[in-house]
């Protein structure tokens, strides 16, 4: 498909925003307009609109170039300037454009159109939110977290006089060479050890100034502050812990369960750190692909089977360069799609090492691309900021509804059905550790004056109750207490997680239909991204045909459903 940016109405085209004073006249421009008429200010939502996706899109190519190179400073020097030198200044004017927002007497004729009511209602929330102090605190709190991925990214072993990042060591512990396993694996901890103190330190600052810019917003504590910025309307607090328990009480036992499968196949009585990747029947690490460029081609395969569509949105991503797909060093880790607003073609990172894990998340991204593209043509850029429930549902079903195409890499029928048997047990395991890293994040922050050693405790604790208690860290105890420093979400976007499980559960449902009517859940699937965020949740979900639920009830039914289904492979 062809893609073109749409002419700007507003800013000018030649624009490059090097310094404050590039993008202040448009702010002034909104700040001095009159609103006389209804149509005035519905210009003024476009242009505003406008000056959001430029904005929005500028940022998202500074970070874009600084993750694939976290060693170029200036790549570095860019994303920097931004959140340190533009983004403060232009806080308190959008606070202002806000302020104007809510109180133009000519809001009230939109208010039947629900998008605009659920972006009148964001704008709220922002407006409430704002407070001039922590302007400079958030403008700091974005630099630190971005030495998370700069810490990370540095982190490599050598093996075999070859320097590998720790993806690629990571993809070893699947041999069947367990002398090969436990050397590998010793070498991984013995460098992440070498940044334990780091992180924990990096960690401590920032849970200290997110905690001050929640008590400058009136909270008591960041948990509150955090449920009112992501939006979380439609359920709380209580829900979540509510979803920690019943993961515990049903999930953890199903993951046990597979877990001593495993040992018995294995023959043994206990995991050590180093066995509980690998295939316990003896084979070889599912290999499906060699390089980036293979993954994306056997992608688009598998996109095309599905809709036809779906493959265009990643030709169309390859052709404009919007893709960056292997693993290298100096690469930050992780994988991501970012949304670019203004072009609507969005861009994917991810570190591939040629594992099924890897074939997973570039299915995963590629879901939350479709998304992108599906709702580019909103009015409002605001109508395609989306909440992360809504768009993990995207991108979680697009796994599941991919899974029966997967012969594109695996044209034997017996890795085929070990790559589902993995998918599925897979998100049995990381449902436990869903639930842990929000508990954690509920704990940390209701108890901002912890020490590192009970931070360590606490976790430890976690542990227990999400884990099986089948693998033996002797001599590698410390590895329990710091594991969560893994986990970029905690450094980089605070209490965004749990969502992967609430969607997690959607997905489940979309894949449920699509066994019953394939064509039909698929075209539920694109209705439900064509929204964006015009409807509420649980109306969005609906429109896919699923449950927005994660009642404990639900979450049975949805665990008989996994288990049966694991009995076909």
């Known amino acids: 498909m062809k893609i073109e940016k749409n002419p700007r109405k507003f800013i000018a085209e030649d624009l490059k925003i090097n310094a404050w004073e590039d993008i202040k006249p448009y702010f002034d421009n909104l700040l001095s307009r009159e609103l006389k008429t209804k149509m005035n200010f519905e210009k003024w939502l476009d242009d505003r609109s406008e000056l959001d996706a ?51 007497p000519f809001k009230s004729e939109f208010i039947d159109d629900e998008a605009y009511k659920i972006y009148f209602r964001a704008t709220e929330v922002q407006l409430n939110l704002f407070r001039e102090e922590n302007v400079a605190i958030e403008a700091e709190l974005n630099e630190k977290a971005q030495q998370y991925g700069a810490i990370s990214a540095a982190q490599s072993i050598e093996h075999n006089r070859e320097k590998l990042t720790m993806q690629k060591a990571a993809q070893m512990l699947k041999e069947q060479d367990e002398n090969l396993r436990k050397e590998v694996f010793e070498k991984i901890v013995t460098r992440r050890r070498e940044d334990t103190e780091k992180l924990d330190t990096l960690y401590s600052e920032l849970i200290q100034k997110r905690h001050e810019l929640a008590v400058n917003a009136g909270f008591e504590n960041f948990v509150d502050y955090k449920f009112q910025a992501l939006g979380r309307f439609d359920y709380s607090k209580e829900d979540c812990f509510a979803f920690h328990k019943a993961i515990k009480n049903l999930i953890v036992p199903l993951v046990k369960e597979i877990q001593l499968k495993r040992l018995n196949l294995l023959g043994k009585d206990k995991f050590k750190p180093w066995d509980v990747e690998v295939d316990p029947e003896g084979k070889a690490p599912l290999k499906p692909f060699q390089t980036g460029k293979e993954m994306l081609e056997g992608t688009i395969q598998i996109f095309d089977k599905i809709d036809s569509y779906f493959g265009n949105c990643l030709r169309t991503m390859d052709e404009m360069g919007h893709l960056d797909l292997d693993s290298k060093p100096g690469k930050a880790p992780g994988g991501y799609n970012y949304p670019l607003y203004e072009i609507g073609v969005p861009f994917i990172f991810v570190n591939a090492v040629g594992a099924q894990r890897d074939l997973v998340t570039m299915v995963h991204e590629g879901g939350h691309a479709v998304h992108s593209f599906l709702s580019r043509d909103l009015k409002l850029t605001g109508f395609k900021n989306l909440p992360s429930e809504v768009a993990e549902l995207a991108s979680m079903s697009m796994e599941m509804l991919t899974m029966n195409y997967w012969d594109a890499f695996y044209p034997n029928e017996d890795d085929l059905k070990r790559a589902k048997r993995e998918q599925l047990e897979g998100i049995l395991k990381i449902l436990p550790w869903i639930a842990q890293i929000d508990a954690f994040q509920h704990w940390i922050y209701t108890n901002v004056n912890h020490t590192v050693v009970e931070r360590h405790q606490y976790w430890q604790q976690l542990s227990k109750d999400f884990g099986t208690g089948l693998t033996d860290w002797t001599g590698f105890e410390d590895q329990i207490a710091t594991s969560w420093q893994r986990q970029l979400h905690l450094f980089e976007v605070p209490f965004y997680y749990i969502e992967y499980g609430i969607a997690q559960l959607g997905a489940l449902g979309v894949w449920k239909n699509s066994i019953d009517d394939f064509d039909k859940a698929v075209n539920d699937y694109k209705e439900a991204l064509k929204l964006g965020y015009t409807k509420s949740i649980p109306e969005i979900y609906a429109t896919a045909n699923v449950k927005f639920d994660f009642s404990e009830s639900y979450l049975k039914e949805l665990a008989d459903f996994i288990q049966t289904e694991l009995r076909s492979y």
């Open 54 to 104: 430029v904005l929005e899109e500028d940022m998202a190519w500074r970070y874009i170039r600084m993750s694939i190179d976290t060693t170029n400073e200036t790549f570095s020097s860019a994303y920097n300037l931004f959140v340190t030198k533009i983004q403060p200044e232009l806080a308190p004017l959008d606070d202002q454009l806000n302020r104007k927002l809510v109180d133009c």
